[in-house]
T-cell receptor, first 113, second 113 residues
């Protein structure tokens, strides 16, 4: 049982490049989320999904796309990377029952030059 | 709107001293509240959670937290801090309506020998 797995762990991009951050969970969790973590701002919700085929925007969705074709996977796409997207990105998942805690991946550290 | 505030950005305590990290929330209904810890370069680990019932909850690593509805607070405590407790601590509130988890800005704990 690997939990929440994020790849890659580190990535450097040039402005304007696109890329996909991968997230997979093997706990059969219905809910999955993407957060970005910036100094002094805690974790901010980018996008989330309550099940396969269903996604919704969080606090800071601009510049990011998501899809949820399976229960296990929830990739985050940067369409045209900008320096403001330099951050640490965390994927999380949880069961749908009320109050269930989030399980977090180890994060992807992304730098945009 | 739902929000979480951690008033202290940085706290330094001596090893063996007691610790209290503050958390205030703003939420219309009874919240689901969590404390997470993040060591450098790592993901977030759940310390404890409050759903309902007993307002004093026990967590891992000797931590506890007390829910005080009248003060809209959920402060984290530990009677005797160990050097390994140095990390960043996040308070979070889960909305039962949307399933979104909202984080505070985080408190960095430094432990002096």
């Amino acid at each position: 049982n690997a939990g929440v797995t994020q790849t890659p762990k580190f990535q450097v991009l040039k402005t304007g490049q696109s890329m996909t951050l991968q997230c997979a969970q093997d706990m059969n969790h219905e809910y999955m989320s993407w957060y970005r973590q910036d100094p002094g701002m805690g974790l901010r919700l980018i996008h989330y999904s309550v099940g396969a085929g269903i996604t919704d925007q969080g606090e800071v969705p601009n510049g990011y796309n998501v899809s949820r074709s399976t229960t296990e996977d929830f990739p985050l796409r940067l369409l045209s990377a900008a320096p403001s997207q330099t951050s640490v990105y965390f994927c999380a998942s949880r069961k749908r029952q009320e109050g269930q805690p989030q399980h977090f991946g180890d994060g992807t550290r992304l730098s945009i030059l | 709107a739902q929000s979480v505030t951690q008033p202290d950005i940085h706290i330094t305590v001596s090893e063996g001293a007691s610790l209290e990290l503050r958390c205030n929330y703003s939420y219309g209904a009874t919240p689901y509240l969590f404390w997470y810890v993040q060591s450098p370069g790592q993901g977030l680990q759940l310390l404890l959670k409050y759903f309902s019932g007993d307002t004093l909850v026990q967590g891992i690593k000797g931590f506890e937290a007390e829910f005080k509805r009248s003060q809209s607070s959920f402060n984290l405590r530990k009677p005797s801090v160990h050097w390994s407790d140095a990390a960043e601590y996040f308070c979070a509130c889960l909305s039962s309506n949307t399933g979104k988890l909202i984080f505070g800005q985080g408190t960095t704990l430094q432990v002096k020998p």
